[in-house]
């Protein structure tokens, strides 16, 4: 379990379910003991775990404490606040919003969109060289979303170098407001987005990231409701040094690639927008830089929708509503930054850093091994039924040579390894054992049980073990207690001596599962060392249920009643003591 990342699991919680490991678009999950554990170096926190988790084992870190500790150590701690607080606050006004953070403790609030318009309109100049034949560049994917350059980084590094070289708007945003504010201030980001605690953890302009989860709950904490402040001023007033222009739209699917725009970008520059982590190998697929005789530029996003969809975002209010909500709020925005807001010189460079690689380098005969060590011996046995969480057999193998999965996981495997378990344990008993299902059918006995019907069951059993498939009521005369215990209001459990010939059978018969399958356990009572058991536990019977008759007999007649007693134990004795010679 570790704390220290943005995302981690709660082992007590885990229910050993898989689910993460299915919806996991990297497969950043080890599984250990049973237990899901997050793997760091291949993790992209994108939040699937934590928001399918069904027991909500998988958590986000939480950076509550730090901020509170952060306010009493600083004198300006600024709030960096993602667009998308319009669709996740819809109850309340901007300004309403601004205060209630303030009463937190903050000096002031400012909008991460103004790093989203200085982002934008350095892309903006890349564009135009491009279009301009100045850089050899066509192909631009962009940098904003920290968990998509995580993700190309890591598994698609063929496109790494065509990622633009711009720092995503919270960074750019933090800079510029050290720069505004001076390089002691902190800033604290708050919202929807889980990977920006990855980047607070990197960047050291960025002192940490809360998520709107996080802000509810101060919130509730302190008893502060921002719908009931009272709202006396304009959005503009709302915000520090000012309010942001077009960067707004970012939350939004095609948000940067309208933001952009505003920053005159040549007519020949071909766009397009791809949101969700899992769209993004098929949208690049086939896309090669010197082919492309215009550049394109791929707004990609990790979240359906856009941000305002974020891991830590409300999921009460559809995508539309949340579209509908930011939009009409960033319309009433400017344009673009005016020339005093642009901060020349600022740098808005730097993206996340690939310094974690997790390769697999297992060959074909590794893999065929780890196959085999789940019983898969051919094509025919890959059922490729991704119950383990992974798509295939064969990934699933590689995951088990990089330590990543266990065994255990693959359903067919234990499902089969539990019938062999079983089969041995009902073919080592020395009873008869025999299981059939609702109609009376055969799932299974052992040779014992086939032996007691008489040497042509026995025989039956010798050319087809198990007899699965065969009647019952063909077989014994006794099949009506198995319809009695299979019956919806029978008897769970029913205990009967039956003859059959010249033999006498002890039968027990349960229900394994009501109105679907029964079990059967059949002992011949006649044979001599059953009945020497059976006159001990007679005895030991007797004994059991009279012993306060034997007592007042005992009181009454003296010692006659004591010897009746004596001669029933010295009959347990001597078969006892037979027995173990044996």
């Known amino acids: 379990m570790n704390f220290l990342y943005p995302v981690y699991t709660e082992i007590t919680e885990c229910q050993d379910c898989y689910k993460c490991v299915r919806q996991c678009p990297v497969k950043a999950i080890r599984v250990?003991?049973?237990?899901?554990?997050?793997?760091?170096?291949?993790?992209?926190?994108?939040?699937?775990c934590v928001i399918k988790c069904p027991s909500k084992a998988k958590r986000v870190r939480s950076d509550l404490q730090r901020a509170k500790q952060l306010i009493s150590l600083k004198k300006t701690?600024?709030?960096?606040?993602?667009?998308?607080?319009?669709?996740?606050?819809?109850?309340?006004?901007?300004?309403?919003?601004?205060?209630?953070?303030?009463?937190?403790?903050?000096?002031?609030?400012?909008?991460?969109?103004?790093?989203?318009?200085?982002?934008?309109?350095?892309?903006?100049?890349?564009?135009?060289?491009?279009?301009?034949?100045?850089?050899?560049?066509?192909?631009?994917?962009?940098?904003?979303?920290?968990?998509?350059?995580?993700?190309i980084k890591h598994f698609m590094p063929d496109f790494t170098p065509f990622i633009?070289?711009?720092?995503?708007?919270?960074?750019a945003h933090a800079r510029f407001l050290h720069e505004q504010y001076g390089p002691e201030s902190a800033i604290v980001f708050i919202g929807p987005c889980m990977a920006k605690k990855r980047e607070s953890d990197v960047f050291k302009q960025i002192d940490l990231a809360l998520t709107f989860d996080e802000l509810r709950r101060w919130f509730a904490e302190k008893n502060i409701d921002p719908a009931k402040i009272q709202n006396t001023a304009q959005t503009e007033q709302a915000f520090i040094p000012f309010r942001a222009a077009q960067g707004a739209f970012f939350p939004i699917d095609g948000g940067m690639i309208h933001a952009v725009?505003?920053?005159?970008?040549?007519?020949?520059?071909?766009?397009?927008?791809?949101?969700?982590?899992?769209?993004?190998?098929?949208?690049?697929?086939?896309?090669?830089?010197?082919?492309?005789?215009?550049?394109?530029?791929?707004?990609?996003?990790?979240?359906?929708?856009?941000?305002?969809?974020?891991?830590?975002?409300?999921?009460?209010?559809?995508?539309?509503?949340?579209?509908?909500?930011?939009?009409?709020?960033?319309?009433?925005?400017?344009?673009?930054?005016?020339?005093?807001?642009m901060k020349n010189g600022l740098d808005l460079c730097g993206t996340l850093p690939a310094n974690r690689v997790f390769a697999s380098n297992a060959d074909e005969q590794a893999i065929r091994t780890a196959l085999h060590s789940v019983g898969k011996y051919s094509a025919?046995?890959?059922?490729?039924?991704?119950?383990?969480?992974?798509?295939?057999?064969?990934?699933?193998a590689k995951a088990i040579l990089e330590n990543r999965a266990e065994k255990t996981m693959c359903v067919?495997?234990?499902?089969?390894?539990?019938?062999?378990?079983?089969?041995?344990?009902i073919q080592a008993i020395p009873s008869g054992v025999i299981i059939c299902d609702t109609h009376l059918k055969i799932i299974e006995c052992n040779k014992n049980f086939a032996r007691?019907?008489?040497?042509?069951?026995?025989?039956?059993y010798e050319a087809k073990p198990g007899l699965e498939g065969a009647d019952l009521t063909k077989i014994i005369d006794f099949s009506r207690f198995f319809e009695d215990v299979l019956?919806?209001?029978?008897?769970?459990?029913?205990?009967?001596?039956?003859?059959?010939?010249?033999?006498?059978?002890?039968?027990?018969?349960?229900?394994?599962?009501?109105?679907?399958?029964?079990?059967?356990v059949v002992e011949d009572i006649t044979a001599p060392q059953v009945q020497k058991d059976r006159i001990v536990n007679q005895a030991k019977k007797v004994i059991t249920k009279n012993l306060s008759v034997v007592q007042k007999i005992a009181f009454l007649m003296g010692e006659n009643a004591a010897e009746t007693e004596s001669m029933l134990n010295s009959i347990i004795d001597s078969f006892s003591d037979d027995t173990e010679k044996k």
């Open 261 to 341: 725009k505003q920053y005159d970008i040549p007519d020949n520059i071909r766009t397009m927008t791809v949101t969700g982590v899992d769209e993004i190998p098929a949208s690049l697929a086939g896309l090669h830089n010197e082919k492309l005789e215009n550049p394109l530029f791929i707004e990609l996003l990790s979240c359906t929708g856009g941000c305002i969809n974020g891991p830590a975002s409300s999921k009460k209010r559809s995508t539309a509503i949340k579209h509908v909500n930011l939009v009409d709020y960033a319309q009433t925005a400017k344009n673009r930054l005016h020339k005093a807001e």
């Open 77 to 151: 701690v600024i709030v960096s606040l993602a667009p998308s607080f319009v669709s996740e606050f819809p109850e309340c006004t901007p300004y309403q919003l601004s205060e209630a953070i303030k009463k937190l403790g903050f000096t002031g609030v400012s909008e991460t969109a103004i790093g989203a318009d200085l982002v934008s309109a350095q892309v903006a100049e890349d564009l135009r060289l491009s279009a301009e034949g100045k850089t050899a560049q066509k192909l631009f994917l962009s940098s904003a979303c920290p968990v998509v350059v995580e993700y």
């Open 380 to 396: 025919e046995d890959e059922l490729n039924c991704a119950s383990c969480g992974y798509d295939t057999c064969r990934e699933f």
């Open 487 to 520: 019956a919806k209001n029978g008897p769970d459990v029913i205990e009967r001596e039956v003859r059959t010939g010249k033999n006498i059978f002890q039968v027990t018969i349960f229900a394994i599962e009501k109105e679907a399958c029964a079990g059967g």
């Open 452 to 460: 007691l019907m008489g040497q042509d069951i026995a025989d039956m």
């Open 412 to 425: 067919s495997y234990m499902r089969k390894l539990a019938q062999k378990k079983a089969n041995g344990l």
């Open 32 to 48: 250990e003991n049973g237990h899901a554990m997050i793997i760091p170096e291949m993790c992209i926190i994108c939040g699937t």
């Open 164 to 171: 633009t070289d711009r720092s995503s708007p919270l960074l």
